[in-house]
């Protein structure tokens, strides 16, 4: 934390000049990802640090005495490998060269506050990547961000098959709707690309016994398999299947998403994707630092294959 001794201006003092709050003056002059902040409130911010003489160069981004703290804020998303991985790899590579960092599951006000607090080199505000429609392109899309992971997961399903396919997701999400709706979207979407039928609904309310009805419901509509939100839900719905008396993978094919490193131990084991994401977090870290010279690859996705899908079951009519 910096002293109140500490001369040259602050980015509160920025803030002041420019009328925006000091988080918005943090975004700015670390080119955040994931922020919508208009162009001319951009050009007020960087024109008030230049007027007051505040170093605004990505490479120098911080002061002598500010803390050498990267914020990631991860709002509402689900803790799982992508996430856990892509923060091994950011801090892995800020270590390595003197930096430190606080992951904040803190949104709004509390959020503010905190970073206004740490007064960091950088804030990576994951919860807001994801939480708005624009999200697709800022991680990567459907080159390599959660779309193409959503295709890799859906594509594993069609290849075997599968034509009517649900989507199983917590009935209540709370704070992880912004995500579960950003990949609703994104498995329809992926439906359509791959020509087939749009997905159905399985809601799995909070009640552990309460998921079969919904995926008795989906079945009768013609589903062959199911894709889970993530490998919570997918587990939810063997457990639902074996309440109907279904065989997994022979009646109905499971997957899940983002391994949570549990799924061999589930009757059947469970089939998942894989997010992959320590290098990415790596290239996230050296685009803070302001080096240029990286070669980290992007995350990619891939099918840890269990025994929970399998080919689709012949239709009888």
């Not at 997918?234 to 997994?248: D, F, I, M, S, Y």
Request: hydrophobic share 40%.
């Amino acid at each position: 934390m910096v002293g109140s001794s500490r001369k040259g201006p602050t980015i509160r003092d920025i803030a002041r000049v420019s009328g925006v709050s000091a988080t918005t003056v943090s975004f700015v002059l670390n080119d955040t990802a994931g922020q919508t902040i208009p162009t001319d409130t951009r050009e007020r911010v960087r024109s008030a640090a230049q007027e007051l003489g505040y170093p605004t160069t990505l490479a120098r981004a911080f002061r002598e005495g500010a803390t050498r703290t990267v914020v990631v804020a991860v709002g509402g998303l689900p803790r799982g490998t992508a996430l856990d991985s892509f923060l091994d790899g950011l801090e892995a590579e800020l270590s390595s060269r003197d930096h430190s960092v606080a992951v904040l599951r803190a949104t709004g006000p509390a959020l503010t506050r905190t970073i206004d607090a740490i007064s960091p080199r950088a804030v990576i505000d994951l919860g807001a990547i994801y939480a708005g429609a624009e999200s697709d392109g800022l991680d990567g899309g459907w080159i390599d961000g959660l779309a193409s992971h959503t295709l890799t997961q859906v594509s594993h399903l069609a290849s075997l098959g599968h034509s009517r396919i649900a989507f199983a997701r917590p009935a209540d999400p709370g704070r992880i709707s912004a995500m579960v709706g950003l990949r609703e979207r994104h498995l329809r979407e992926s439906a359509r690309t791959l020509g087939i039928d749009p997905p159905a609904i399985v809601a799995l309310p909070d009640e552990t016994e309460a998921g079969a009805d919904s995926l008795a419901a989906a079945i009768s509509g013609g589903v062959t398999a199911v894709a889970g939100f993530d490998d919570d839900s997918a587990a939810r719905v063997l457990h639902a299947a074996r309440r109907l008396g279904l065989r997994v993978p022979h009646d109905l094919s499971v997957v899940g998403f983002d391994d949570a490193g549990w799924g061999q131990h589930t009757a059947p084991a469970l089939t998942t994707v894989r997010i992959e994401a320590v290098d990415y977090g790596r290239r996230a870290a050296c685009g803070i630092l302001g080096i240029t010279d990286q070669d980290a690859s992007a995350p990619r996705s891939h099918v840890v294959d269990r025994g929970s899908t399998g080919t689709a079951p012949q239709s009888t009519t």
